[in-house]
């Protein structure tokens, strides 16, 4: 059993950091702690972000329980690099809506080393505790804004619809438990691999109860109710790192959990996430065109997205699991690029409803401008991000014999243009109701063209980022 404590060093930072922050918070006044926390917490994730990149050992793993090698890499970075934007997002709002600013970003920090541990974890119970510890992290996180009846009911939703679906997930790695001896990947994958008649319903049982309880996580309809009340409910902040890092760690955990330990019984669970593939995009995509708050929309528009994603899983392979990370990328730049928008535009006017951004595009030309190239790139539109990921994920997908399923994801991406679009003529076709020009803090505008920059990157030379998926998700399947 490998005990190298230095193989977790960039999740012990993490916790020190935390700590660090916290403690900072103790000693501060007020105005000192909502004007510095926010960026000595950035500083802190920017040199453990770097530390991470260089933190890498392709045959490591600490006690059997988690494993580090270039996905765990990869995911440490992914994760770092979204609460890193995050955290500068909240810098204004929070110091203008929120209180305990020392627990926001604590929560915030730690709740990224759950995310991590979900994509390193190589056996189910490490794998569930670092879920649970996102998942406690997130439910505080959502109903952070105490005063606003709203956050209370969004977190208390998402807590008892998230303890039931923890409860079926820890039901069904017990039945998984039951049929393989172990609750390691790989012995699992061994287990199953030979004849299953004599545990065949046991089987199925917890698959069933591990996809249910998986599909909450990631919002995969029918599991899904919890994420428009959330998303509306939570600081703006927190409602963009559930779109991008509560998702993208859940399929983290989908991919190296079914790739190592379920690979073998492809035939018994297969079906399952095409259904859910397909309901979830279609609902996702015709629910948003009735949505009139931008909250509400973009919570229904990432359930959408969270169907092409299970299109990566339900046709798994080598290849649908590089494009599934590479579409989570560009999907997790892009969404981040939307909420910085959004969140500045909220913290200037105090308004979410689409209607509200009319005239944007005369108030701050550039905010509308980003907005706008986020949600073509979500629309899935050429040159921008969204297009050439969602190509690549359906044509891989279509390969491994899911056409029809492709198919159908490119109507619903067509679908969700009409409410993209009806965001944008708010913005630029809509008279604005003052015409005083808004003045955007510099950190904001700052995080924005770097994220707009990304999102045209990845659209325009996806090539490195395709070859680091491709590099990465290749120790999943040996």
């Known amino acids: 059993m490998n005990l190298d404590y230095s193989l977790l060093t960039p999740e012990f930072m993490l916790a020190g950091l935390a700590v ?44 059997g329980l988690i ?6 890499t990869f995911f440490r970075v992914f994760f770092i690099g979204v609460t890193f934007f995050v955290t500068l997002a909240s810098a204004h709002f929070v110091r203008g809506r929120l209180r305990h ?24 119970l490490t794998a569930y505790i670092s879920l649970e510890l996102l998942s406690f992290s997130l439910y505080i996180l959502v109903s952070f804004a105490k005063f606003d009846p709203k956050s209370n009911e969004g977190g208390l939703k998402y807590m008892l619809l998230g303890a039931f679906a923890s409860a079926m997930l820890l039901y069904g790695i017990s039945f998984i438990y039951g049929v393989a001896g172990s609750t390691t ?20 049982m917890g698959l069933v109860l591990i996809l249910a309880g998986l599909g909450f996580k990631v919002a995969a309809v029918p ?33 190296r959990l079914f790739a190592g330990a379920f690979l073998p019984v492809l035939d018994d669970w297969q079906w399952m996430v095409t259904a859910l593939s397909a309901v979830t995009m279609t609902v996702g995509n015709v629910i948003a065109i009735q949505q009139h708050n931008i909250k509400r929309l973009l919570a229904y528009s990432s359930i959408g997205q969270v169907g092409f994603m299970l299109m990566g899983i339900a046709a798994l392979s080598d290849v649908t699991a590089s494009a599934l990370v590479l579409h989570m990328t560009g999907y997790a730049v892009t969404n981040l690029a939307a909420f910085v928008a959004v969140i500045a535009y909220y913290n200037l ?46 044509q891989a997908a279509a390969e491994e014999g899911f056409l029809w399923l492709s198919a159908l994801a490119v109507v619903n991406s067509v679908i969700s243009l009409y409410y993209y679009l009806n965001v944008i003529k708010q913005m630029y076709m ?49």
């Open 349 to 394: 006017s105090g308004k979410d409803e689409i209607a509200d951004y009319r005239g944007l595009a005369e108030r701050a030309p550039f905010l509308a401008a980003g907005l706008t190239v986020a949600l073509f790139s979500l629309a899935g539109l050429p040159i921008f991000a969204g297009f050439l990921t969602k190509f690549i994920l359906f």
């Open 430 to 478: 809509v008279e604005p109701e003052e015409m005083t020009r808004f003045r955007v803090p510099l950190t904001v505008t700052g995080s924005l063209a770097v994220l707009v920059a990304g999102v045209f990157f990845i659209g325009v030379y996806p090539g490195p980022l395709f070859e680091i998926a491709d590099n990465v998700t290749r120790f999943l399947f040996l």
């Open 223 to 255: 599991f899904h109710m919890w994420a428009p009340d959330a998303y509306e409910g939570a600081p703006l902040p927190i409602t963009a790192y559930l779109s991008a890092t509560s998702k993208a760690a859940g399929f983290a955990l989908l991919l």
């Open 101 to 124: 600013a020392g627990e926001y970003y604590a929560l915030l920090i730690l709740s990224t080393i759950g995310a991590i541990y979900m994509a390193a974890a190589r056996e189910l």
């Open 185 to 204: 990947y790989s012995e699992i994958a061994a287990a199953v691999a030979g004849s299953t008649n004599d545990f065949d319903f046991a089987l199925l």
């Open 67 to 72: 494993q580090i090698d270039n996905f765990t």
């Open 20 to 63: 660090l922050v916290v403690g900072i918070d103790l000693f501060l006044g007020e105005r000192l702690r909502r004007d510095y926390i926010p960026y000595l917490s950035a500083a802190g994730l920017a040199v453990i972000l770097g530390v991470s990149l260089a933190w890498t050992n392709k045959e490591s793993n600490f006690a």
